[in-house]
Each structure stands twice: as structure tokens, then as C-alpha cells.
């Protein structure tokens, strides 16, 4: 059984920047795919970014594509997000999620998430 924890989150001004890190523990993690997803007040959970299990390949939604890239540390069982250009609307909590297999965009696909981490970005 996996376990996820995220770090990273807080408090920035819009156009600024965070990166965000989830450490994976348990089975091995470059058997997983990972994602971050994302939940707003009052919205559903949304896909963000996910990446592959060796990490070359990634996906991102239309609305980080080109300000947010993924990445993954294999040897160190950890998995990023490095948020650049951060915009109000993506004021939300994070979450770091693990499949086994392929990547993908959809949050029931995924087995272990993490707890969820606050981003707040003011205007």
C-alpha cells in the first residue's frame, strides 16, 4: 500500500510561483504513474498534470499547459509540480495521486492519494 504526502503549499501573489513535492512510499514507486488533481470550494476534483512511471512522458490540462510542469525523482521516490505564472482561478487544494500502469486524466483511476495541500494565490 502506497502512501503519499504533500508539501509545498501556501501563500503567494498572482504571477508568482510554488513547487510543489509528494513523497511516495511503499511499493515501487517507478511502477506508478502519478498525477496532481486539484479541488476549488464547490467544484469537483480536476485533473492537472500526470506523468508517466519512468517520466518521459507528460500531460497537462489546457489551463497550466506552459505554466506548470511535472516531474518525477525516481531514486527518491518523489514527484513534483513547479507552478509558475499562478493566477487567482488556481487557488485550490492539491493532491497528489498514484496508479499502477498508464497515466491518466481521470480521478477514479487512481488508487492512493495523498491528503491535500492548500494553495492560495491572491490578486
Known amino acids: 500500500q502506497a502512501q503519499l504526502v504533500e508539501s509545498g503549499g501556501g501563500w503567494v501573489q498572482a504571477g508568482g510561483s510554488l513547487r510543489l513535492s509528494c513523497a511516495v512510499s511503499g511499493p515501487t514507486f517507478s511502477n506508478y504513474s502519478m498525477a496532481w488533481f486539484r479541488q476549488a470550494p464547490g467544484k469537483d476534483r480536476e485533473f492537472v498534470a500526470a506523468?508517466?512511471?519512468?517520466?518521459?512522458?507528460?500531460y497537462y490540462s489546457r489551463s497550466v499547459k506552459g505554466r506548470f510542469t511535472i516531474s518525477r525523482d525516481n531514486a527518491k521516490n518523489t514527484f513534483y509540480l513547479q507552478m509558475n505564472s499562478l493566477k487567482p482561478e488556481d487557488k485550490a487544494v492539491y493532491y497528489c495521486?498514484?496508479?499502477?500502469?498508464?497515466?491518466?486524466?481521470?480521478?477514479?483511476?487512481?488508487?492512493?492519494w495523498g491528503q491535500g495541500t492548500q494553495v492560495t494565490v491572491a490578486s
Open positions: 506523468i508517466n512511471r519512468s517520466g518521459g512522458s507528460t
Open positions: 495521486a498514484a496508479k499502477a500502469g498508464g497515466g491518466s486524466d481521470a480521478c477514479d483511476r487512481y488508487d492512493y
